[in-house]
């Protein structure tokens, strides 16, 4: 074969079914369970249930089970068609790539932006959590309890969190090999203690040890039982923070083996095994403290940011500070597998050229996307720095935002899926359930808690509190974060013209397998 034929066919190896092409990625690197492991790691189990545990039963009470269950709908039916878009097109773009080629480059670019936006306001958030756990576990385990204060020093907090931001990002730059190893570890230590944390709840209550014993009931899991629609409003959306990171299965479905079934079944599993755990420990909670406002008790809002630290001590005793080593491995690991989903999204954005190639530079040692990752680390960092100094109420309240934007880009690839199989939803019973009617209820019910979410977040006492003009914090914050998405879109537009003509990245429909009888 001459040097010129050679060179003429060499781009066939770089492509992958729909069109599109591989980006230099270390294929074949992970498995179904270090895909899964991974998707663990990054929902962090162990720090979402503290955070959330406690605000969700002072809407719903006795109804969490109830609503984790809820919630639950939306991410399973969401992941049905993530998983029918990877199938046809396995490529790290994942919600950006999926909505551009369903929908076109403008609303495929807004989706990318979503799904970055909300990984790095994560990223910020997990480190901050790490460095507030690391000096409570410090504090606990050598009972001086004013060595917990000092997380509230900006100076320490930012530093120790850069520190933990750079230890991450290391990790993350290195091959996905080190980052299966690393988590297999901490997201089995994890998980073991939930586990001991659960079965000990169980044990004392049935001893007649717990703080508030009750009886569990089957009631709780009936989500009709919640008081009033703004509760069950209130308490879904805390429900769907609690599944967010899943999605991390399928962004690095060009590293899997078997790419096109690998990531779509690690994100089924994933979801399963999340709910399967927090519905145990819930329910494990509940028998032990009860829904009272007592000092142990989950209403209680003293204890309401932090339940299991507060627990620990009740049910473990001396081995106390095993929950808390836990909800520090559970930030720490999260935040270096949350890494992957916005490295590999700006990857697939710079190679198909709707942001500056230099963002689809892979590093030729480790074969990862070096330079994106290191962007994101950046802009995650100065973000968390600037704003634990300007004011905790802005960041939280930022925090608070992701709710909005996980719901944004979430919906926008449901919708996705749905219009992209439009002409084969009925070309079999399976496809009118997985590529239209799963993956539409999924889409229109974060549709509808992103538009309600952006009502109340109106209300200045929405979130901390904190307004502008009138307006609450938490939605001028949702608002900036997509205009700022908006602007960035033109400006990429303006000077990369390309992408935007569908010259690197096309619509696409796939036609109808259906026979046509004449």
């Not at 308490?235 to 899997?256: A, H, K, P, Q, R």
């Not at 690690?266 to 000092?295: C, D, Q």
């Amino acid at each position: 074969m001459s040097g010129h034929e050679g060179a003429a066919l060499a781009p066939t190896t770089d492509q992958v079914e729909g069109g599109l092409s591989k980006k230099g990625l270390s294929a074949g690197t992970v498995g179904l369970i270090g895909a899964v492991v991974i998707g663990i790691s990054c929902i962090a189990p162990a720090y979402t249930l503290t955070a959330a545990l406690g605000p969700t039963v002072s809407e719903v009470g006795l109804q969490v089970p109830a609503i984790i269950l809820v919630g639950f709908i939306p991410m399973l039916l969401v992941a049905f068609g993530y998983r029918e878009l990877n199938n046809r097109m396995p490529d790290s773009g994942t919600s950006f790539t999926w909505a551009s080629r369903a929908f076109g480059p403008w609303i495929g670019w807004m989706a990318g932006w979503g799904l970055i936006a909300a990984t790095i306001l994560v990223l910020s958030n997990l480190a901050g959590i790490a460095v507030d756990f690391l000096f409570l576990l410090i504090a606990q385990v050598t009972g001086t309890s004013s060595i917990a204060d000092l997380a509230s020093n900006p100076f320490i907090n930012v530093t120790v969190c850069l520190l933990f931001m750079l230890g991450a990002t290391l990790v993350s730059y290195r091959d996905m090999q080190t980052t299966q190893k690393l988590q297999y570890f901490l997201v089995g230590f994890q998980v073991l203690v939930l586990l001991v944390f659960a079965g000990g709840a169980i044990v004392e209550m049935l001893n007649g040890n717990a703080f508030d014993a009750t009886p569990f009931d089957w009631s709780w899991f009936n989500p009709f039982a919640v008081s009033s629609f703004s509760a069950f409003a209130a308490g879904l959306s805390l429900s769907i923070f609690i599944f967010w990171g899943w999605d991390v299965t399928l962004t690095m479905n060009e590293e899997t083996k078997d790419p096109d079934k690998t990531p779509g079944r690690a994100a089924t599993i994933t979801v399963v095994t999340i709910v399967s755990l927090y519905l145990l420990l819930s329910v494990a909670l509940l028998m032990f403290a009860g829904t009272g406002k007592g000092e142990f008790g989950l209403g209680n809002p003293d204890i309401q940011d932090n339940v299991f630290f507060a627990l620990a001590g009740p049910i473990l005793g001396p081995l106390a500070f095993l929950v808390s080593l836990a909800v520090l491995t559970s930030s720490a690991s999260s935040l270096q597998s949350t890494f992957v989903s916005p490295a590999r999204t700006l990857l697939a954005m710079g190679h198909y050229e709707a942001l500056p190639k230099k963002f689809a530079t892979v590093s030729p040692r480790f074969f990862t996307p070096g330079y994106a990752t290191v962007v994101s680390a950046v802009v995650a960092s100065v973000f968390y720095a600037v704003m634990r100094f300007v004011s905790e109420n802005v960041l939280w309240d930022t925090i608070t935002a992701l709710g909005m934007m996980i719901c944004f880009y979430y919906g926008l690839t449901a919708f996705a899926c749905v219009w992209y199989f439009r002409k084969q939803w009925f070309d079999s019973v399976r496809n009118v359930f997985f590529m239209f009617l799963f993956p539409l209820v999924g889409g229109v019910i974060l549709g509808v808690l992103f538009v309600s979410t952006l009502v109340d977040s109106m209300d200045p006492e929405y979130g901390s509190g904190s307004n502008v003009f009138g307006v609450g914090l938490v939605f001028v914050l949702g608002m900036g974060v997509i205009l700022i998405g908006i602007g960035i879109m033109i400006w990429q537009a303006v000077t990369r013209p390309a992408f935007f003509r569908g010259e690197t990245l096309s619509k696409d429909a796939p036609a109808s397998l259906r026979r046509r009888v004449a």
